[in-house]
């Protein structure tokens, strides 16, 4: 218990005795309709041979070797999980294996399971981004999983070799921001307030997303990033009288909570940091090769951020302020699980190669000094992290591919079921021959009414899946309403074989769904953004310059105090604080402040409706002009473009195929084409841009794609290349990854006609 005479409250630093994450539960997808699979893990876990690879396991030091093909890993990292009893870690070579898995693993487990998918920033090192507050919190929220020591069931995490090589916040200075708030405690909410923002929470007016925290006088609204649910914690003077949870929507209150843990919501948290560690690290920077201004950039933005009045920077300098690395939170019990050992090690030196060739252009143009901390391990520090594992297993379908884990390999009892191509009377066929063989058959499609229909026409044994799913008996056959990437066989010694089957296996194509990790929408300004003297604009009065927040004593209501020009002030009540915006400007002077009680606002907003209707005019005769313009015409679609969108490996929603086809109808007209396409992150938004740009190359046209960032232009060329790899088409990338000579290469290419896509 921490006193400072003016708050108190439990600081833990160590999670170990404290019983506080109630609604700790994995983000769910709108799924409600599947059901899990988890009925069937028994059949690998409790069968003798799978238990004596656990005996192994639980060994003070073991590493095994195990082969399995692609398709059932999933199924046997869900069995390991389920028979081990302790955390385990599952690495993956790239950030898109690393996301497929957890769905599988949802679907497998089922969806309160406590599976956490600790994602990569997207985000370059040295570039002056803000992470995605989404990414950073599924990161916080899988570390905090492994400080939990006392949670019923011990937390499996996925992450590619991409997002552990990402260093975070040191487990001490993590566990130093975790505190717990009770009923009964003694806190005073101001003071209290302020801890929770310099541990990352931003303050709203309302608190609807985690990570954000709203003061109402003697109540103050948190959603942590470890919870489901956001609480309401309520003060009797500096005691704190009842806590509840509330609903984010509706705003009203649930159910009592006796306690709430809140952990920190950044990964980088400046105002918990050793302002003099830091001043000792930027003196040891040469800033000899830098641009002119580089070092007073650096060292007045460190100032303001070492204050709390800077946050935008953070991911610039997290070389600075972060030295942890997520292998810091495993615990020594807990259990290692590599996929394709070699192609984790490739994935890194990748890696490192992109990066360090980023760090050598910064330091050449003067943008960063050198020395300047990098904010990501290198290859060989996550080797011997990963080799430095007491109990570790590594899943390879080739058998023994990385020399640096001792072991023989042990072939698990799986196979591939044949893909019928498109046939499902063929798989039918199967699935009876099967079950006269004794197979439990288990056939998970999203067609599984259909299916039944046809089996019962055939005079088929069958049956139609009802919540919860129960294992089949040997000989019999179910259908299962739900997805799966693809199927397999597996046949245990001693036990009965199961045969499950896929859409893959019995249609010859498999849609996956993806699970979309929503992201909120601001708007206006926040609280946490409005630093004193800050300009910003009230949609009514104006400019004016941010003074500060000030209390009404009578009313018990906090007001922000906005200055005008001769010294007018203006009282906002925080819950209107949608009502102002940041001002923001591409001019460097600061700007003139609206005098109230004038017209000068009202006259200023006409002036830009007047210039705002001209520039609607001039976009009304632009495009008036552009419908009569001839423009280029696409072909039609040609059966190279069905066979590409018939290997798109998720399920279109129709939002997206009503884009596609939007898209597509534009191309084939002979008019300029002019359309927007907006989306939230992971709602396939590439894949639109992806067939209308194969179009355009079937049609003898080159495409260039313009993105904002290096890190998309990479990302987009990986996909492009992999799904275009079956087609001649060649896509190639003009990026600071690429060396001068490699750029000019490049552009010569494309200017030659010998690059379809950049």
Known sequence: MVNDGAASYDRRGS?????CWPFWRARKASRTDWMTLSALLPLL???????????????????????????PTPYAVGALWRSFGAPVVVVTSQPESARRLTDQL??????????????????????????????????????????????????????????????????????????????????????????????????????????????????????????????????????????????????????????????????TLPLRSNGGRIRDLVGGLDFSGSAARVEDRVTEELGRILRGEMRDELSYYAGLFNHGSFFDYMPPGALLVTLRSSAIEDAARSTDRRLDQLRATKVSRGEIPNHFPQPYLEWGLIADALKDRKRSVAISPFGVDDDRLPGSAERLPFEIFPVSGGEAEFALDEIERRQAAGYRVVVLTQHAERLAEMAEEKGMAHSVAKEPLQAPEPGTAIFVQ?????????????????????????FGVSKER????????????KLSDLRPGVFVVHVEHGVGRFIGAEASENEGREYLLIEYAENDRLYVPTEHVDRLTLYRSAADAPPRLTRLGTQEWTRAK???????????????????????????????????????????????????????ADVKADLEVPRPMDRLVCGDVGYGKTEVALRAAFKIVESGRQVAILVPTTVLAQQHYE?????????PVKVDVLSRFRSDEEQKAIVAGVAAGNIDIC
């Open 15 to 19: 999670l170990a005795s404290a019983r």
């Open 45 to 71: 876990s409790e069968s003798e041979r799978f238990q004596e690879l656990i005996d192994r396991l639980r060994e003070p030091i073991s590493h095994e070797t195990l082969i399995a093909p692609e398709a």
């Open 106 to 267: 949802f679907t497998w487990l089922g969806e309160d399971a406590p599976i956490y998918h600790f994602t990569e920033n997207e985000t370059l090192p040295y570039e002056r981004l803000t992470p995605d507050r989404g990414a950073t919190h599924q990161r916080i929220r899988a570390m905090a999983a492994l400080e939990d020591r006392l949670a019923s069931r011990p937390p499996l995490i996925v992450a590619s070799a991409l997002a552990l090589s990402e260093k975070t916040l040191e487990p001490e200075a993590f566990r130093a921001g975790c505190y717990q708030i009770k009923v009964g405690d003694v806190s005073a909410p101001n003071k209290l307030s302020q801890t929770l923002v310099e541990i990352g929470y931003e303050v709203e007016s309302t608190v609807e997303v985690p990570g954000t925290i709203s003061r109402r006088g003697g109540i103050l609204d948190v959603f942590p990033v470890s919870s489901d649910v956001p609480y309401r914690v309520e003060f009797f003077g500096d005691e704190v009288d009842s806590i509840r949870v509330f609903d984010p929507e509706t705003q009203r209150s649930v159910e009592p909570a006796n306690a709430v843990t809140i952990v920190p919501a950044e990964e």
């Open 482 to 506: 739900g997805q799966l990437r693809e199927g397999f066989v597996m046949s245990p010694v001693g036990e009965s074989p199961l045969v499950l089957l896929t859409d893959k296996e019995v």
């Open 514 to 525: 993806r699970r979309v990790r929503r992201r909120p929408i601001r708007r206006g300004a």
């Open 606 to 660: 006409a002036r830009v409706r007047r210039a705002t209707e001209q520039i609607a005019a001039e976009l009304i005769a632009l495009y008036a002009s552009r419908e009569v313009i001839p423009g280029l015409q696409a072909k039609p679609d040609t059966p190279w473009q069905d066979r590409l969108e018939a290997s798109f490996p998720f399920e279109e929603t129709p939002d997206q195929l009503s884009a596609i």
């Open 719 to 727: 996909t492009f290349s992999d799904r275009l790899s079956a087609f």
